[in-house]
């Protein structure tokens, strides 16, 4: 099993791992997957069981737009027809493929497909239409689904996991954004809504589309659709307990997920799906 995408994906291999280590525990073969240095893999002896997570942020290729734009409101380039290789090369044999994408979409991007410039997201360029983030995120998990459909030995289920919404309140994520609450949200409160909901149905319609053409050649497709389910859960998150106490940090974390917590229902769901 493969987890693709970001740092919210690998979130969810570790609550799995955290649920697996109740029968067995498994050896680090990470060494394997050196494409990316972010890259881990876990092999389960008893049951001859990999389970492994493919760091890949946008899915397709990206640079940085600029050379010494190292933080996280540097505009990034993404290549948004030419899939990142760094998972793509690996990923054949695997039996179950879980994509996930999303967050790092907010952050200014300029879009490029076969080699030209299209649109961009927050790139405050006058001169390049604003496509907005979820026209990316349409687009790149497009390129990964037909990344997988085209690979000639791919056999395995494919499975969109949706949206995970984050929850800053009183600021965004770099102006003092936090997520103080302690209880969920009722479905009265909170809906899905602005841009969390605008990923959300881009992420779906690309889902749907692609499923058909996968059907056609014998693949499967699932859904893993949690957004709605935790949007509803402001009180999943680690906040500002989420590192160390020795680090001198003003950001919280409102993105990540804490363990145990709201996320091991996704691996619920997901095991529940893969019993059917």
Request: charged share 20%.
């Amino acid at each position: 099993m493969a987890f693709v995408g970001d740092s919210v994906g690998r979130n969810q291999m570790q609550s799995l791992m955290c649920l697996l280590s109740v029968v067995a525990y498994p050896n680090d073969i990470s060494g394997r997957y050196t494409l990316h240095p972010y890259s881990t893999a876990w092999f389960y002896d008893d049951y001859n069981f990999t389970l492994a997570t493919f760091w890949s942020t946008f899915l397709v290729r990206d640079s940085d737009a600029d050379p010494n734009g190292q933080s996280y409101n540097s505009i990034m380039n993404l290549y948004l027809d030419e899939v990142d290789r760094s998972w793509a090369v690996q990923i054949e044999n695997y039996d179950y493929v879980i994509i996930s994408a999303g967050q790092w979409f907010n952050r200014p991007q300029i879009f490029y497909e076969s080699g030209q410039i299209v649109g961009c997201h927050n790139c405050n360029n006058k001169n390049i239409t604003d496509l907005k983030n979820y026209y990316g995120l349409k687009k790149a998990l497009q390129t990964a689904f037909k990344t997988l459909r085209d690979l000639k030995g791919y056999k395995g289920v494919t499975i969109l996991r949706t949206y995970s919404p984050q929850h800053f309140e009183n600021g965004p994520w770099n102006n003092g954004g936090s997520c103080g609450r302690t209880r969920p949200f009722t479905p009265e409160e909170k809906r899905l809504d602005g841009y969390i909901l605008e990923a959300y149905l881009s992420q779906k319609e690309a889902f749907g589309a692609e499923e058909k053409e996968a059907r056609k050649k014998g693949l499967k497709f699932w859904l893993l659709d949690i957004s709605e389910l935790m949007i509803l859960r402001p009180d999943g998150h680690p906040n500002k307990y989420g590192r160390s106490r020795d680090k001198n940090m003003t950001v919280n974390d409102c993105v990540h997920w804490c363990m145990p917590g709201p996320i091991d229902t996704w691996n619920e769901f997901l095991l529940y799906l893969m019993k059917m």
